[in-house]
Structures are given as structure tokens and as C-alpha cells.
């Protein structure tokens, strides 16, 4: 690779990744904040937070991957269009064929991150995040308790609390009769009460001015009195892996074909439909950096105009509506997966290949039909001119 095609590679892996960066924490900022209402408003661990947001990001990427690198190379390519440094590349002799090598590279590599995303890396992401959601969310309906009744949500424990704090969440008035342990009931009573999460994920209350009372296996009756108690409720924030996988997202390739092979016709169907999308979409960032060269190729720097990159944009919104009509319309049955995933895939391939060889041989796009005289604006918005005052004293 010459110095030409180093320079030219870096600089739009550079942006690309940047734009990569930028894209999906603008799309996951909204899912951000919606788990860290949980972590603040339902009490779970930050570790809990930490996990979801990291099971999250894999799913995002795979819609930003191809958006970053069209615009990574479209940006690079209008910079240096506006510097004239496209102008010195092709002076120099590099045509439009020698700049896909470094830049096909670049697609290349992200063409690779989009399939082992696909099918590595977002199914287990999925697995996770699910099972951790169902965890979170079986844990908040355990302890979630009700003033002045008798809350049996945990297997094993009955809880009665005077009142709780809506704010602080501190229990008063806190019964506790325990009977997990067989042949070894324990009752225990406290002034107060506070729900905490241990190291270890797992829920418990820190008890508060009480006295806990039991009778041993021999029959015996005992008391104890105590300033502070940790009463563990065997209630695990956290991981809990589940045996089967109940979403074809979830299923690894092995799983998959499983699925399509011995499984009943609905989930065959579903098996087939995510075993053509893992394979169209890393495609169709395939096809839009390959369509992003020759379009950023399209911008000036004498008319200052973005032709380029306001048609890549346009392209890009029409390739996913086309893969999002196919995928409805395989998904209702009236395609079949391949025709529904892979036409919207051949038709902008053939697209790509004629703007290749049509700016190849040095045509250029014809240009989008602005108003050149500016939006008509209303008679009662127009600003008319002070009236003249020559000749007055």
C-alpha cells in the first residue's frame, strides 16, 4: 500500500469510527436513560446497569455500522474535495479503481465486524440482556412489598411492614416470620428497615433496633436482641441462565439451523427469516462503502455543493426502507425470505456498479433541482425600504 492509499485509509477509518462512536450513542441514548430510571427509581445495582447497557450496544451497531461508514468516507472524501486534494490524487494519476483498493479495505473490515456481530456477538447479547431483564424484573415483583400486609412474594418468608418511605424506601414496623429452614421457624421484629443489595447480587434487609426468636430443633425456645441484623432473601439480582432459548435472536448458527431443520413450521419460518437478515445486512454495508467511494467522488470544491453526499443519504434511507418492506413482506408470508432480503440487496448492487462505471469515466451526477431563487416568501414577511428623504431639510 503506497502513501497515497495509507493516507487515504486512515484518514476515513479515522471518521468512520468516529462517526461509528458518535451514531450509536445518539441511538442508545434513549434506551441509556430508561435503565438508569431502573437503576435509580427500582433500586438495581449499578453492576445490573453496567451489564444491560454492555448487552445493549452489540444490537445498536448493527443498524450505525453501515450509516458510520458511509458518512466516515463521504466526510474524508468532502474535506478533501474542499481542499483540492482530490484534484492533486487524480492529477496524479490515481483513478477511481486504484482508491477502492484502500477503501474497500476499510469496507471491507467493517463488513467483517458486521457478520461477527450478527452472528456471534448480538445473539449472545440478546440471550443476556433477556435473561437479565427477566431477573431484574422477577427480583423488583419479589420485593416489592405493601404496607400493612402480609407480603408472601418470597417462597418461604412472610413480611408485614407498618409503612415505607416512598422516597427513601426505609420500612417501618417490619415482622418477619421465616420458615425456609425446615424444623426452625424464626420470627423476627424490627423498629426499621432498609432493602440493600449485597456483593454478591443478592437482596436483603438491614434490620433495626429488634429481636429475632426461634426454637431450636430440640425444642427449645430462644431470643435474641439486636441493634443491627442483615436478613439475606435469597433473592439474586443478577444473571440467571435459563436452558432453552425461547427467540430465534437468541440462537447461536448452530441452534439456528436446528431451528430450521427439526422445528415446527412457525419457528422455521422465523429460523429461516434471521438466517437470511444476519446474512443481508453485513451485505448491505458491503454495498453502501462501496457506493459511498464514487459519490463522495461526485463533491466539488469550486461549487461547494454536496451532491454526494445528500444522494448517499438518500440511497442509504431507501436501501433500509427497501429491506424493511422485504422483511414485512417475508415476514406475512407473501415472499419467500430470500426474494424479501436479497432483491432490495441486488438492486442497489446493480445501482453501485453503474455509479461506479459512470463516474469511473469521468460523468458526474446531475444536480438536484434547489430553487435558485430562494422559497417564495409571504407579501405580509417581506421587508420593504424606508421611504427616500432626498430633498427634505
Given at each position: ?6 493516507y487515504?485509509?486512515?484518514d476515513?477509518?479515522?471518521t468512520?469510527l ?12 434513549p ?12 433500586g ?7 451489564q444491560?447497557i454492555q448487552?445493549?450496544?452489540p444490537?445498536?451497531?448493527v443498524g ?12 474524508t472524501?468532502?474535506r478533501?474535495?474542499r481542499?483540492?486534494?482530490?484534484v492533486i ?9 486504484q482508491m477502492t ?8 473490515l467493517?463488513t467483517?465486524l458486521?457478520?461477527l456481530?450478527n452472528?456471534i456477538?448480538?445473539?449472545k447479547?440478546?440471550y443476556?440482556f433477556?435473561?437479565?431483564?427477566k431477573?431484574?424484573l422477577?427480583s ?15 417462597p418461604g ?11 427513601t424506601g426505609i ?6 416470620h ?9 420470627t ?8 440493600h ?7 436483603a434487609l438491614f434490620l433495626?433496633?429488634?429481636s ?9 425456645y430462644?431470643h ?6 442483615d ?17 430465534v435472536d ?9 431451528a ?9 419460518h ?8 444476519r446474512?443481508?445486512?453485513p451485505?448491505?454495508t ?7 467511494l464514487?459519490l ?9 455543493k454536496?451532491?454526494?453526499f ?7 434511507i431507501l436501501?433500509?426502507?427497501l429491506?424493511a ?19 432490495p ?10 455509479v ?10 446531475p ?5 435558485k431563487s ?7 414577511f417581506r421587508?420593504?425600504?424606508a421611504?427616500?428623504?432626498s430633498?427634505?431639510?
Amino acid at each position: 500500500m503506497n502513501r497515497i492509499s495509507r493516507y487515504l485509509f486512515l484518514d476515513c477509518a479515522q471518521t468512520s469510527l468516529l462517526a461509528l462512536g458518535t451514531l450509536t450513542f445518539l441511538i442508545m441514548l434513549p434506551q441509556v436513560l430508561l435503565l438508569v430510571d431502573v437503576w435509580i427509581n427500582k433500586g438495581a445495582p449499578f453492576t445490573v446497569l453496567r451489564q444491560m447497557i454492555q448487552y445493549a450496544m452489540p444490537q445498536f451497531m448493527v443498524g450505525t455500522l453501515p450509516m458510520a461508514l458511509l458518512s466516515g468516507i463521504l466526510l474524508t472524501l468532502g474535506r478533501m474535495a474542499r481542499d483540492s486534494e482530490l484534484v492533486i490524487i487524480k492529477a496524479s494519476g490515481v483513478s477511481l479503481w486504484q482508491m477502492t483498493r484502500p477503501v474497500g479495505t476499510l469496507v471491507l473490515l467493517f463488513t467483517t465486524l458486521s457478520l461477527l456481530l450478527n452472528w456471534i456477538w448480538v445473539p449472545k447479547a440478546y440471550y443476556e440482556f433477556s435473561v437479565l431483564k427477566k431477573a431484574l424484573l422477577s427480583s423488583n415483583a419479589a420485593l416489592t412489598m405493601q404496607s400493612r400486609t402480609f407480603n408472601r412474594t418470597i417462597p418461604g418468608l412472610t413480611i408485614y411492614i407498618n409503612h415505607q418511605d416512598p422516597l427513601t424506601g426505609i420500612l417501618e414496623g417490619v415482622l418477619v416470620h421465616d420458615q425456609r429452614i425446615p424444623h426452625e421457624t424464626v420470627t423476627i421484629t424490627a423498629r426499621r428497615a432498609h432493602p440493600h443489595t449485597r456483593s454478591d447480587h443478592k437482596a436483603a434487609l438491614f434490620l433495626e433496633d429488634g429481636s429475632r426468636h426461634w426454637i431450636t430443633p430440640g425444642g427449645h425456645y430462644r431470643h435474641m436482641q439486636f441493634t443491627r441484623f442483615d436478613l439475606g432473601l435469597d433473592v439474586v439480582l443478577g444473571l440467571v441462565p435459563q436452558h432453552k432459548k425461547e427467540e430465534v435472536d437468541e440462537m447461536d448458527p448452530a441452534e439456528l439451523q436446528h431451528a430450521i431443520q427439526n422445528g415446527t413450521p412457525k419457528l422455521q419460518h422465523a429460523a429461516r427469516m434471521e438466517w437470511h437478515r444476519r446474512l443481508a445486512f453485513p451485505v448491505a454495508t458491503l454495498i453502501m462503502g462501496l457506493l459511498a467511494l464514487p459519490l463522495g467522488a461526485q463533491q466539488s470544491h469550486r461549487t461547494g455543493k454536496s451532491y454526494g453526499f445528500v444522494a448517499a443519504l438518500l440511497i442509504l434511507i431507501l436501501h433500509f426502507l427497501l429491506l424493511a418492506s422485504g422483511e414485512a413482506l417475508a415476514g406475512k408470508q407473501l415472499v419467500s425470505p430470500l426474494t424479501g432480503f436479497w432483491l432490495p440487496n441486488l438492486l442497489m448492487t446493480l445501482l453501485t456498479a453503474w455509479v461506479f462505471r459512470f463516474t469511473a469515466q469521468g460523468h458526474t451526477l446531475p444536480e438536484f433541482p434547489w430553487p435558485k431563487s430562494g422559497w417564495p416568501i409571504p407579501t405580509r414577511f417581506r421587508t420593504h425600504p424606508a421611504p427616500s428623504t432626498s430633498g427634505q431639510r
